[in-house]
């Protein structure tokens, strides 16, 4: 297996999601999901 090679094909996408700003509605979306999980895991305590 060539490590570095797999290595840059993932960083290569990781830019190009950063890039047109799929990532920042990715992780906007699981902090949203994260904190409906985290206020329905307090309600029902």
């Known amino acids: ?9 993932f960083a290569g996408k990781g830019l190009v999601l950063s890039e047109n700003g799929y990532l920042r509605w990715y992780v906007a979306s699981m902090s949203i999901g ?12």
């Open 1 to 9: 297996m060539n490590i570095p090679a797999i290595l840059s094909r």
């Open 34 to 45: 994260a904190v409906v999980v985290l206020a329905l895991l307090m309600v029902l305590r």
